[in-house]
């Protein structure tokens, strides 16, 4: 832990000394920025681990540097948590679909931002690991690429190929929530005819076949769907 470095970005100096201060007490390498200019030279001269970035930031606000990180090869892969206020659901919306990994809603308790932290990087970590996961399980549900199959408490659950693809994309990153968007271009390749709407039906008929298991599928008002992680 001691080698995990994270950038945190905030022009709030009482949040940032705050978050600091629990951020080091944890172990992590912090180092700090104040504006997006600062934060793109940092992250451009020595990638941390991990980015900490608030969207309401003075000229380059955080969606702007978000974008700036994923479309460079050199920095896409670095996780970025959005730091964000009360209803800015469009923002998280639009961090999400450029790439940011998950977010937390100020005010938020330092321990609901370090399960999220260590969550977000088990999963870059295992996005490392060589060869596609064929196998995905999160909670008590399972899904086998290979086969083909997708089984909840141990039961085959029985699923269109839709169903099939959606219940895979929420399983392979538990905790991560999903946009609308990301779900439509994930199981329909991006064909534009389907709506939110159709979405949010997929979800309904994915939950009723998983039965109690369909309760770990979770709506995020104004955002989109995640796996819940146990
Ligand atoms: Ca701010």
Redesign the pocket.
Known sequence: MADTSILLV???RD?LELLKYNLDREGYAVRTAETGEEALKQVRSDPPDLILL????PAMDGLEVCRSLKSRDATADVPVIM?TAKGEESDIVRGLELGADDYVTKPFSPRVLMARIQAVLRRAEAMTVPGPTRVHEAGRVHVDLDRHEASADGQAVDLTATEFKLLTLLVSKPGRVFTRQQIIESIHEGFAAVTDRSVDVQVVALRRKLGHAGKSIETIRGVGYRFRED
């Open positions: 905030e022009d709030e949040l608030d969207l309401m930031l730091l």
